[in-house]
């Protein structure tokens, strides 16, 4: 759902029969008053800059722009300087990429951080978030799109006659949003639109192509759930009921990146990817890899090589829905590498140290009970040696 490290991502990605090329900008967190191209801080207009320059000598015309929020540097702002930062960010993209599709993702960071108001889409109107910083897609945007995303902050597009790319406002589903509304059990009405437009798509034998800002996922950087539980579960049930139109696994990086080439998959298929979740089990440098290029293969970047670290990195492939079943993986990963057989970890709900502790307790339970049966069974053995009789003389 976000793109991959630094502070723009340039994606391409290929459909159908033709070819078809999709550049994805995220995260660029601009600060207008910086002027340095500093590692490890907000974009500066001049990084913003020097990275539009590199993505287009990559893809020049590209026919898709994901543009999926976060544009705003990590600082408070009043409503003018957050408006006028997505505003600059947004024109400078423009400037570089003529592109008539582009997608309006907002990120937690395009308002004050996290603050989401959720409204009623079915009153109409603008959004009062939405509303402060809605002023680049206007033009951008058709009509009816722009009315669309000013209300309620998601809408679809269809770029193919077969491909239809669905973008959501994924901020009010996240385990920080502000105000709570987790009492709401469908802010904006999203998971009904979003199955009822899935159903649409099948019925017209096309695809879909789902992208939004906050993953519905287990973060890797401190093992904590991105959106609340409920909300995720929901929208699991809905992808998963249209396994065979949703393809967002086609993405393909090339130019910069190609997983196909770089990992010897056939496809980006689920089925390749479990395989390739399987091999990296096995093989820690093959994992570290993964590590390296999932952080964009970053000069700076921390090492990975401890097995808490690698054990983190295997572990957030699998899709999980609770922050419990996450530290089981890795329970069970720390388990394995230690040698621990699996016959020592019956309790999946259990961390194999307290299963181990249990069964320490349970053979020596065992131990004494089998003492205490040899001893009695050892005294029933024995023979009684009858006293002294008394006699006369």
């Known amino acids: 759902?976000?793109?991959?490290?630094?502070?723009?991502?340039?994606?391409?990605?290929?459909?159908?029969?033709?070819?078809k090329t999709i550049l994805h900008i995220s995260d660029v967190h601009l600060n207008l008053t910086l002027d340095e191209m500093n590692y490890g801080f907000d974009s500066s207009?001049?990084?913003?800059?020097?990275?539009?320059?590199?993505?287009?000598?990559?893809?020049?015309?590209?026919?898709?722009l994901l543009y999926t929020g976060d544009a705003v540097a990590h600082i408070d702002h009043n409503e003018s300087v957050l408006a006028k930062t997505v505003q600059t960010g947004f024109s400078m993209v423009q400037e570089y990429f003529h592109v008539k599709n582009v997608t309006a993702i907002l990120g937690n960071a395009?308002?004050?951080?996290?603050?989401?108001?959720?409204?009623?889409?079915?009153?109409?109107?603008?959004?009062?978030?939405?509303?402060?910083?809605?002023?680049?897609?206007?033009?951008?945007?058709?009509p009816s799109h722009f009315e669309a995303f000013d209300t309620r902050g998601y809408l679809w597009y269809q770029i193919e006659p077969k491909l239809v790319v669905i973008s959501l406002n994924t901020v009010p589903y996240s385990v920080k949003h502000k105000p709570?509304?987790?009492?709401?059990?469908?802010?904006?009405?999203?998971?009904?639109?979003?199955?009822?437009?899935?159903?649409?798509?099948q019925t017209n034998g096309s695809y879909a192509y789902i992208v939004g800002h906050i993953p519905p996922i287990i973060d890797s950087y401190g093992g904590e759930s991105q959106w609340e539980l409920k909300y995720m579960l929901t929208y699991q049930a809905i992808v998963?009921?249209?396994?065979?139109?949703?393809?967002?696994?086609?993405?393909?990086?090339?130019?910069?990146?190609?997983?196909?080439?770089?990992?010897?998959?056939?496809s980006l298929s689920s089925e390749s990817l479990?395989?390739?979740?399987?091999?990296?089990?096995?093989?820690?440098?093959?994992?570290?890899?993964y590590y390296r290029h999932s952080k964009a293969d970053s000069t700076r970047l921390p090492?990975?090589?401890?097995?808490?670290?690698?054990?983190?990195?295997?572990?957030?492939?699998?899709?999980?829905?609770?922050?419990l079943q996450y530290r089981e993986c890795l329970d069970e990963q720390s388990a394995e590498r230690i040698g621990i057989p699996h016959w020592l970890h019956p309790f999946p709900r259990i961390s194999w140290m307290w299963s181990l502790v249990l069964w320490a307790a349970v053979i020596v339970v065992v131990a004494v009970v089998v003492g205490v049966v040899h001893r009695a069974l050892k005294r029933s053995s024995y023979q009684t040696i009858p006293g002294p009789?008394?006699?006369?003389?």
């Open 274 to 289: 479990r395989a390739l979740t399987h091999r990296m089990k096995a093989d820690d440098e093959l994992l570290h890899e």
């Open 303 to 323: 090492p990975c090589t401890t097995s808490a670290c690698l054990d983190k990195v295997l572990c957030t492939q699998t899709w999980f829905s609770t922050v």
């Open 180 to 201: 709570d509304t987790k009492y709401l059990d469908d802010p904006f009405n999203q998971f009904e639109w979003l199955r009822r437009t899935l159903v649409e798509v």
């Open 110 to 142: 395009d308002f004050h951080d996290y603050e989401f108001y959720v409204t009623d889409p079915e009153k109409g109107g603008t959004n009062p978030t939405i509303g402060m910083v809605d002023a680049p897609w206007k033009q951008a945007l058709s």
């Open 389 to 393: 009789k008394e006699f006369e003389p």
């Open 45 to 64: 207009p001049r990084l913003l800059e020097s990275a539009l320059s590199y993505a287009r000598s990559v893809l020049h015309d590209p026919d898709l």
């Open 240 to 266: 998963e009921a249209f396994p065979d139109i949703i393809k967002a696994q086609a993405l393909e990086w090339t130019k910069i990146f190609s997983a196909k080439a770089a990992y010897g998959l056939p």
């Open 1 to 19: 759902m976000r793109g991959i490290g630094g502070a723009v991502t340039a994606g391409l990605a290929a459909w159908s029969a033709q070819a």
